[in-house]
C-alpha cells in the first residue's frame, strides 16, 4: 500500500467501518494500549480506546468513552508536562511525552505519551490519536540511577574535601616543623657565634665563621620550605635569590652589584638541603675569591630550568681562578664534591675572563 | 637631630635569649654599651625612665603576645631622641613609615652583617650622613635617611 494513503485507515474508523478492516483489528488488539479523541466535540472527549488501554488504567470502556484524557491525571502529575501537551493540541502538532498517571485504584504509572493529530483530506483535524506505554520502571530506574550517581557524587565531593583538609593539616604541619627547624638552626648560629668571640685564633675563628655560613645556609633552605605551598617541592630558583640576598648581607659588602635572573625550578624536597649546602660553598667561595679586600665589582647569578635540565652559574668578575686546581680546598671542596654526587649534580668552574663562572647543573623533570 | 658620640648607649629587645646574648656582643664589640635588654612590650614598660637609650635593636615578634611595633609607639612616647632600629625575618611586614622608627636589619643576620649594620648606623646617628656604602644587612626608613640630606 502506498504509504501516502495510509490516512484513509483511520478515516474509516470514523464510519465505524473497521470491523472486518485487518488495520482496525490489529488497533484493537495490540498491546500497545491506544485512544483516539474528537476535538470536534465539547472538552475533546475519547472516541475509541483498545482492550491495551483499559487493561492499563484499570477502566472499563464505558467509564473511558466521552471523557477528556486529564481523568488520569492526579495530584502528583507535572502540570508543565500537561501544559505542553495542550499546547501541542492547540498548535495541531504532534508530542511525544513522559507523564505520572493513575489508575483507577489509585495507583501511579509512567505513562510515555505520544499523541499526533490525524488530518483530514482538507487538511483539517478529525481526530487527536494517542498511544500509551508503561514505562515506569524505566523511568524509575533512571531515577534510582540519578540518585545513585548524586549519591556518589556527595560521597566523592565529601572525600575530596576531607583528604584536602587533611593535606591542609600536613601542610601546615610540616610549614610549623620547617619554621621551627630555621628557629632552631638560626640559634645553633647565634651559638657558634658566640663560641667564636671567644676564640683568639683568627684562624680558628675564620673556619667557626664558614661553619657558621653553613648553618644559615640551612636556615634559608628551611624558611623557603615554610614559605612554599607545595611541600613536596622546593623551588631552587627562589632559594638562589635567597641565599644570594643572605650571603651578600651577611658579607656586610654593599660594593658587590648583583644581577640575578632566575626562573623557577622545582626539585623533590628531599633534594633541597644537599644543594643548598653546595650552592653555598660555590656561593660564598665566589664572594671570598673574586673581591678580596674589599675590592667592588659585579655578581651575575643565573638560574634556568626546563629541557629536562636545571642549569645555575654564579660569575664574579674577580681576578679569575687557577683552572688546573679550582676546587676551594679543605671541607669546602668535600662537601661540594659528596653532596653534588649525591643530588646528581655536575659542578663545573670555567674561565670567564674576567672572572670565573661556576656552573652547576641537574637532571629536572621537565 | 640631635647629634650623639659613641659609645652608644643600646637598648636590645628580643624574646630569644640567644639571639640576644649575640646581638649583646656584637654591639659591645662595636664599642658601644648596652643599658638593657628586654623580651616583652612588659619588659619595656617596665624600665626606669633614666635608662633612656641613644639606640634600641627591636625585634618584631615578642614574648607574652607582645610585638614590636608597639614597643616602638612606646619608646617614641616615652624616650622620643632614641633611635629605633627593627630587627626581623619579615621586613615586608614593616609598615612603610617604619612606625616612626630608623631602619630595619633583617634576620637571619650574620656577624659580619650585624658589625657594619652597626657602623653605618653609628656614622648615620654621630655623624650624618654615613660616609661607608650601606651594608646590605641595613635599610634605613625614608625619613631618616631623607634627614640625612638636610644635614
Known sequence: MNERDDWHLTDDIKHEAGRGDPFAAAVRATRMPMVITDPLQPDNPIV?????????????????????CRFLQGPDTDRDAVRRIHAAIAAGEDIAVDLLNYRKDGSTFWNALY????????????????????????????????????????EIERRTADLKAALEAKTLLLHEVDHRVKNNLTMIGSLLRLQARTIGDPEVAGRLEVMLERVDALATVHRRLYQSDDINQFDVGAFVDNLVSDVIGASGRSDIRVEMAVERIPVGSSKASALGLVLNEVLTNAIKHGYPDGRPGRLEVAARGGHGEARISIRDDGPGLDMADPLPGGL???????LSKQVGADVRWENADPGTRVVISFPVES | MRR???PLRVLI????????????????????????????????????????????????????????????????????????????????KIPDDFCGAHGVIAKP???????????????????????????????????????????
Not at chain 1, 475509541?48 to 477528556?68: D, H, P, T, V, W
Not at chain 2, 649575640?22 to 643599658?35: A, N, T, W
Not at chain 2, 619595656?44 to 639606640?55: G, K, M, S
Not at chain 2, 649594620?117 to 631618616?144: E, K, N, W
Request: hydrophobic share 45%.
Open chain 1, 48 to 68: 475509541f480506546c483498545n482492550e491495551a488501554f483499559q487493561k492499563l488504567s484499570g477502566y472499563e470502556r464505558e467509564e473511558i468513552i466521552g471523557r477528556n
Open chain 1, 115 to 154: 499523541l499526533s493529530p490525524v488530518r483530514g483530506e482538507d487538511g483539517a483535524i478529525q481526530f487527536f490519536f494517542a498511544s500509551q506505554l508503561d514505562v515506569t520502571e524505566r523511568v524509575l530506574r533512571q531515577a534510582a540511577i540519578a540518585e545513585q550517581k548524586a549519591e556518589v557524587e556527595r
Open chain 1, 332 to 338: 669546602g671542596a668535600t662537601l661540594i664534591r659528596r
Open chain 2, 4 to 6: 650623639l658620640k659613641p
Open chain 2, 13 to 92: 629587645v628580643e624574646d630569644e635569649a640567644l639571639l640576644a646574648m649575640d646581638m649583646e656582643s656584637m654591639v659591645e664589640d662595636s664599642g658601644h654599651e648596652i643599658v638593657a635588654e628586654a623580651a616583652s612590650l612588659h619588659d619595656v614598660e617596665a624600665l626606669r625612665d633614666e635608662v633612656r637609650p641613644d639606640l634600641a635593636f627591636v625585634d618584631i615578634q615578642l614574648a607574652r603576645g607582645t610585638n614590636g611595633l608597639d614597643v616602638c609607639r612606646h619608646i617614641r612616647a616615652r624616650w622620643h631622641e632614641t633611635f629605633i632600629i627593627f630587627v626581623t625575618a619579615n621586613p615586608a
Open chain 2, 109 to 151: 643576620f650574620s656577624r659580619n652583617g650585624l658589625m657594619s649594620a652597626m657602623h653605618y648606623i653609628t656614622q648615620g646617628v654621630c655623624d650624618p650622613p654615613p660616609t661607608s656604602p650601606r651594608p646590605a644587612s641595613f635599610l634605613a626608613a625614608p625619613a631618616f635617611a631623607e634627614s640625612w640630606a638636610t644635614t
